[in-house]
């Protein structure tokens, strides 16, 4: 059956990205399912998952989403109000909040959605439920 089976993000310090990552990602509805020394995976249901782990073959410390590769990660988050959520509490989780003066129509006027960065560059994106 096609289809996506996991996400896979490197990160430099895991014990950083657990905190902020674990924090997102139980905001929009994921678990820990796993953990080992260096990594930990997280899933929201049966689809595909996504992992968080460190690897000595890094080629540097933070993630540049402006050039070849991922830019972003998109997120189902809710409800407007459970978005508004995320975002109001996204400062005190190690996330800075992005477009905010275009939010949260920074996607255009239908896409009702916020963006953040964590501190190794990486950015998320938090939709809201079609309303």
Known sequence: ?????????WVAELSVASVEWGWLLREVGFERSDQWADGETWRAGGGPYLTLTTSPNLSRLDHDRRGPGVNHLAFLGGTRAQVDAV???ASANGWRPLYQDRYPFAGGPSHYAGWLENSAGFKAEIVADQE
């Open 1 to 9: 059956m096609p289809g996506l089976h996991r996400v896979e993000v």
């Open 87 to 89: 975002m109001a509490a």
